[in-house]
């Protein structure tokens, strides 16, 4: 730990108006085995009209000399931001711990929290399902057949219901797939942000069309419900359009998340941006055209850096997520290490349906996990919950081939599942999404969840 100690004078309110706010966030929150390395990030943004000059300091469970991790003094010019990093390695930290990030200028000091629990493990992963993709409704109609009609009806009141059968099973992280629904693809380069007509799951002011869905606000009933249960939501930023990284998508992503922030950055439970365009594992999705190919890698790299810059200006603790599917990563490969310099978390999937003549999925998981290592970038697992059905549609998987995955899948610091709506029911719910395998399977996996709590005590 530091050596060096900074003087901690009266506690004031961590978000003062016109003055300054500060933000702490924990890269993976939650949860966490005694194998990682625990990424802290801790933001200031100066609201006011002249610079400061802060003392910023971050500790470990207590305010002492012997717990500080890091201090620094730090000078932000005018509506400037900055933002402070420390790694914290979990070995021996069991039970419960918090990270204070305290700031102290001439109008007091600013003081935040967050708490995570060590668990001992021989692995990486929790072998747990950390979270899941909540999507408002399914893109697909299709694929979401079974549950589509179910989730549009979907109150906010059975909204906030669904939340809390999240937790009650440890899934504490919700994916939102995307706040915007646009069917247009790649290759569609007419599209740009002034004739956009994409329509939003939420109050948007920046375009008027909206999801016909029963809830006039999911993410506020979303954020709210979570941030009452200690839970963090990954904001959907899209859809712009599928596999789209150009500066037209950029445009609108910068936009949109700004309008989020504006909206609901004040929620506790607000976590991270989450970029819903995904991606092949290749990086350049189905371009055949080898210059075409390039492009893309430059392409997308270059997306992230611009948007990490951008969000960083107003929300610097708030991480970025992609995910990407786990399949052609040797064609890929030379294009991550320039996209993971600004991509704090990368969560694939696929693993289970690698094909012929490609990586196995523990291979793809592996190369992958080296790749982030090299960048400093953290290796989410986007577990898929779902099959197939001959007709396209999907239906839950069985829970011997999720815990299959877990099991053999171990290097993953957190795993977030796609689906919760219509793949996983609290046989309680008083909506039930999907067909009645889905409360069969949060009945089973409700049985591992347990068992695994009670192997770790």
């Given at each position: 730990m530091a050596a060096v100690w900074c003087m901690i004078t009266t506690v004031c309110l961590c978000r003062a108006?016109?003055?300054?706010?500060?933000?702490?966030?924990?890269?993976?929150?939650?949860?966490?085995?005694?194998k990682i390395t625990l990424d802290i990030r801790a933001g200031i943004v100066n609201h006011g009209d002249t610079p400061r000059s802060m003392n910023a300091s971050v500790y470990l469970n207590v305010e002492s000399p012997d717990s500080l991790l890091s201090c620094t003094i730090v000078n932000i010019p005018p509506h400037?931001?900055?933002?402070?990093?420390?790694?914290?390695?979990?070995?021996?930290?069991?039970?419960?711990?918090?990270?204070?990030?305290?700031?102290?200028?001439?109008?007091?000091?600013?003081?935040?929290?967050?708490?995570?629990?060590?668990?001992?493990?021989?692995?990486?992963?929790?072998?747990?399902?950390?979270?899941a993709f909540i999507g408002l409704y399914h893109w697909s109609e299709e694929e979401g057949r079974h549950w589509n009609q179910d989730v549009r009806q979907m109150t906010c009141d059975q909204w906030r219901e669904m939340i809390r059968s999240m937790h009650a099973v440890g899934m504490d992280i919700v994916v939102l797939q995307e706040l915007f629904r646009n069917q247009a693809y790649v290759g569609d380069h007419s599209l740009t942000v002034s004739n956009y007509s994409g329509k939003a799951f939420y109050?948007?002011?920046?375009?008027?069309?909206?999801?016909?869905?029963?809830?006039?606000d999911p993410v506020e009933?979303?954020?709210?419900?979570?941030?009452?249960?200690?839970?963090?939501?990954?904001?959907?930023?899209?859809?712009?359009?599928?596999?789209?990284?150009?500066?037209?998508?950029?445009?609108?992503?910068?936009?949109?998340?700004?309008?989020?922030?504006?909206?609901?950055?004040?929620?506790p439970s607000f976590y991270s941006f989450y970029i819903s365009e995904e991606c092949a594992g290749n990086l350049y999705n189905n371009e055949t055209d080898r210059a075409m190919q390039l492009k893309?890698?430059?392409?997308?790299?270059?997306?992230?850096?611009?948007?990490?810059?951008?969000?960083?200006?107003?929300?610097?603790?708030?991480?970025?997520?992609?995910?990407?599917?786990?399949m052609g990563l040797m064609d890929g490969a030379d294009g991550y290490p320039a996209l993971l310099e600004n991509l704090d978390i990368l969560c694939p999937f696929g693993f289970a349906r690698m094909p012929q003549g490609d990586l196995t999925g523990k291979e793809a998981a592996d190369m992958l996990q080296l790749l982030c290592d090299e960048a400093g970038a953290h290796l989410w697992f986007d577990l898929?919950?779902?099959?197939?059905?001959?007709?396209?549609?999907?239906?839950?998987?069985?829970?011997?081939?999720?815990?299959?995955?877990?099991?053999?899948?171990?290097?993953?610091?957190?795993?977030?599942?796609?689906?919760?709506?219509?793949?996983?029911?609290?046989?309680?719910?008083?909506?039930?999404?999907?067909?009645?395998?889905t409360v069969e399977l949060y009945k089973a996996y409700r049985d591992y969840y347990n068992r695994v709590l009670n192997t770790a005590r």
């Amino acid at each position: 730990m530091a050596a060096v100690w900074c003087m901690i004078t009266t506690v004031c309110l961590c978000r003062a108006a016109d003055a300054a706010s500060i933000d702490l966030t924990l890269i993976p929150p939650g949860r966490v085995t005694d194998k990682i390395t625990l990424d802290i990030r801790a933001g200031i943004v100066n609201h006011g009209d002249t610079p400061r000059s802060m003392n910023a300091s971050v500790y470990l469970n207590v305010e002492s000399p012997d717990s500080l991790l890091s201090c620094t003094i730090v000078n932000i010019p005018p509506h400037g931001a900055k933002e402070l990093r420390a790694d914290l390695p979990t070995a021996n930290l069991y039970g419960n711990n918090r990270v204070i990030f305290s700031v102290t200028d001439q109008d007091g000091t600013y003081r935040m929290e967050k708490e995570f629990t060590v668990v001992p493990s021989d692995i990486r992963s929790t072998r747990l399902i950390d979270g899941a993709f909540i999507g408002l409704y399914h893109w697909s109609e299709e694929e979401g057949r079974h549950w589509n009609q179910d989730v549009r009806q979907m109150t906010c009141d059975q909204w906030r219901e669904m939340i809390r059968s999240m937790h009650a099973v440890g899934m504490d992280i919700v994916v939102l797939q995307e706040l915007f629904r646009n069917q247009a693809y790649v290759g569609d380069h007419s599209l740009t942000v002034s004739n956009y007509s994409g329509k939003a799951f939420y109050p948007s002011r920046l375009y008027p069309g909206r999801m016909d869905i029963a809830c006039d606000d999911p993410v506020e009933a979303i954020l709210s419900e979570c941030d009452s249960l200690g839970m963090n939501v990954m904001m959907g930023v899209g859809m712009f359009a599928w596999f789209d990284f150009t500066p037209e998508s950029l445009q609108w992503h910068k936009d949109v998340s700004r309008e989020l922030w504006d909206m609901y950055g004040h929620h506790p439970s607000f976590y991270s941006f989450y970029i819903s365009e995904e991606c092949a594992g290749n990086l350049y999705n189905n371009e055949t055209d080898r210059a075409m190919q390039l492009k893309r890698k430059v392409e997308i790299a270059s997306f992230f850096r611009e948007y990490k810059r951008f969000t960083s200006a107003f929300a610097p603790a708030k991480p970025v997520m992609l995910a990407t599917n786990s399949m052609g990563l040797m064609d890929g490969a030379d294009g991550y290490p320039a996209l993971l310099e600004n991509l704090d978390i990368l969560c694939p999937f696929g693993f289970a349906r690698m094909p012929q003549g490609d990586l196995t999925g523990k291979e793809a998981a592996d190369m992958l996990q080296l790749l982030c290592d090299e960048a400093g970038a953290h290796l989410w697992f986007d577990l898929e919950a779902f099959l197939f059905n001959p007709d396209s549609s999907l239906y839950p998987r069985p829970i011997d081939g999720i815990i299959a995955d877990l099991t053999l899948l171990d290097n993953f610091e957190k795993v977030v599942c796609y689906q919760f709506p219509g793949v996983f029911n609290h046989p309680d719910a008083s909506r039930r999404v999907g067909e009645p395998r889905t409360v069969e399977l949060y009945k089973a996996y409700r049985d591992y969840y347990n068992r695994v709590l009670n192997t770790a005590r």
